[in-house]
């Protein structure tokens, strides 16, 4: 029995050091080799340099001079990475109806001239309640409550907004988008 224990011993170490060490240590260095923003979290930083957050990750924004992106159902605090979930409140249930009643008239109430219909995706929390981005229909829907409070043209918003729309993915997958953070830094670089 003491013959298969020493073979044994010997496989279970060399494949901890093999799959332990060698590939971790291999693969985070092919990822920082070629992928190096993806492989650090895909992170934004503002003009000045300083740390905004993750391309991967929504913000909240709650003032009329930012596009605010989708809401989010993730607990304790609104767009936690670690608490990542939808609200799987049902279409029916009455939460989630007054859930969006409340989220249209906090929409209203920044921009009460603004009588178009509330896009969808302005009111209800994505699958994984962290979703960075918007549909252009949902920033040009906020295109000119963010010009007027800021005091700039809206063609000049309407050109940021362009600049970024996200295209369908490989341009067959999913609608174009619009990166809520991004934009807003692009706005702040604007405006300064």
Do not use: C
Request: proline share 6%.
């Amino acid at each position: 029995m003491f013959e298969y224990l020493k073979p044994a011993a010997v496989m279970l170490l060399i494949f901890t050091v093999l799959t332990g060490v060698v590939y971790p240590l291999m693969v985070t260095s092919i990822a920082q080799l070629l992928f190096t923003q993806q492989a650090n979290g895909s992170l934004l930083k503002d003009a000045n340099g300083q740390l905004m957050g993750s391309e991967l990750i929504g913000q909240s924004f709650t003032s009329p001079a930012y596009f605010w992106g989708r809401p989010s159902a993730t607990t304790p605090n609104a767009y936690n990475a670690a608490g990542s979930s939808g609200s799987n409140l049902g279409p029916t249930n009455p939460a989630l109806v007054a859930l969006i009643k409340d989220r249209v008239q906090a929409l209203k109430n920044v921009d009460p001239t603004n009588n178009a219909l509330v896009p969808v995706d302005l009111v209800t929390a994505s699958g994984s309640g962290l979703d960075p981005h918007i549909s252009v229909a949902a920033a040009n829907y906020q295109l000119k409550r963010v010009a007027a409070v800021r005091q700039l043209d809206e063609q000049q918003v309407a050109e940021l907004i362009k600049a970024n729309t996200q295209n369908r993915q490989w341009f067959i997958f999913g609608e174009p988008r619009v990166h809520v953070l991004k934009l807003n830094l692009a706005l702040d670089q604007l405006h300064h």
